[in-house]
């Protein structure tokens, strides 16, 4: 890849439990570097050559973001870090020279192949690439940028700005409201987005199911819940928004991970058939899983366990409740990244 891209992820406080999980999917990318701005000062990041990492208190990232927007923040608690995503490139510039895109990220996931996802073809046509806070990527020095965030208004009718000023996070790094849906009004040409006409290129798992459900890239097992869920509820607010129904009913979901790939495994309940689709990630929404096994590289998640990977996933195995609710010695991991 030619083009040179960098996440960003501030995290304080402890970390999820399946983090190593993460972050080798984060190694795993070589061709993009990831900036972990944290106090956890015995994280270890090193030998890998496209991790870095900063050691600092939330306090001290407080101060940062003070000095760099060069007004005081209400900033009482990470969660509201969130609204401050699309401003990252600013108040992060020091770690940006010599990239051409930066971006944010979140850790309540696993990322797949991102390269082949996001392409330098992609890159080299659009500036702002994504929709939700999961994953952004956007060009360093968009011209373009400025007039987006001053154009910006969240759910309430407030300016990008004034929301900044509240305690409560207003979802400014967001679609159906945020900063994404005023770049794409304004500048739909240069706007990159993870929907397709059928189906989004990752999956977001709500937690308010015991099962893994997407409430996007699922169908009709959603029932009412779907009815009071944003993509319901907002949809007039932007074209991307529209969720298409499916025919086919995704059940027993299950994700692998193996050979630096993530797969979203499935039976069709219409076909009986299991079918596997590559996806760029899996968003966990910060679902508790439990630990059973030390392997980073290869392995499967279930809707609570994260587990060694089966020689064969068939549709016995994805019917089996056992084998994706768990059984075995349940644990943490001690994981090596390699």
């Not at 159906?176 to 240069?190: C, D, E, H, I």
């Not at 029932?223 to 944003?230: E, R």
């Not at 991970?257 to 590559?278: A, M, P």
Request: glycine share 4%; hydrophobic share 35%.
């Amino acid at each position: 890849m030619k083009n040179r891209i960098i996440l960003i992820l501030p995290y304080f406080g402890k970390l999820p439990n399946f983090f190593p999980f993460w972050l080798q999917s984060c190694v795993n990318n070589k061709n993009i570097d990831f900036l972990i701005i944290t106090d956890n000062e015995n994280l270890e990041v090193s030998p890998n050559k496209n991790i870095f990492k900063v050691t600092m208190t939330f306090d001290d990232c407080r101060a940062i973001i003070e000095e760099k927007l060069n007004r005081r923040v209400l900033l009482e608690r990470p969660y509201k870090l969130c609204d401050y995503k699309p401003l990252y490139g600013k108040i992060f510039e020091d770690y940006i020279e010599g990239y051409e895109f930066w971006g944010f990220c979140d850790c309540d996931m696993i990322f797949g192949d991102i390269s082949k996802f996001i392409t330098d073809e992609i890159l080299n046509n659009y500036r702002f690439i994504g929709d939700l806070g999961h994953l952004h990527i956007q060009k360093v020095d968009d011209p373009n940028f400025r007039k987006v965030l001053d154009s910006t208004y969240n759910r309430e009718g407030l300016s990008f700005w004034d929301a900044l000023a509240l305690s409560k996070n207003c979802t400014l790094d967001e679609l159906p409201y945020g900063v994404p849906a005023t770049y794409n009004k304004l500048f739909s040409q240069w706007y990159y987005s993870f929907f397709t006409p059928t189906h989004r290129l990752y999956d977001s798992l709500s937690n308010e199911y015991d099962n893994f459900i997407d409430t996007y890239n699922f169908s009709e097992e959603l029932g009412p819940k779907y009815l009071n869920s944003m993509y319901a509820c907002d949809e007039w607010k932007n074209s991307l928004w529209k969720r298409v129904p499916y025919s086919e009913r995704k059940k027993f979901v299950a994700y692998k991970y193996q050979n630096k790939k993530l797969y979203r495994c499935y039976v069709d309940e219409t076909s009986g058939q299991v079918k596997i689709v590559e996806l760029l990630y899996a968003h966990f929404y910060k679902r508790k899983f439990h630990i059973q096994t030390n392997n980073t590289q290869k392995y499967i998640i279930t809707p609570n366990f994260i587990k060694e990977l089966p020689e064969t996933i068939d549709e016995a195995y994805l019917k089996n409740k056992n084998s994706l609710l768990g059984g075995g010695n349940v644990g943490s991991v001690g994981a090596i990244l390699q």
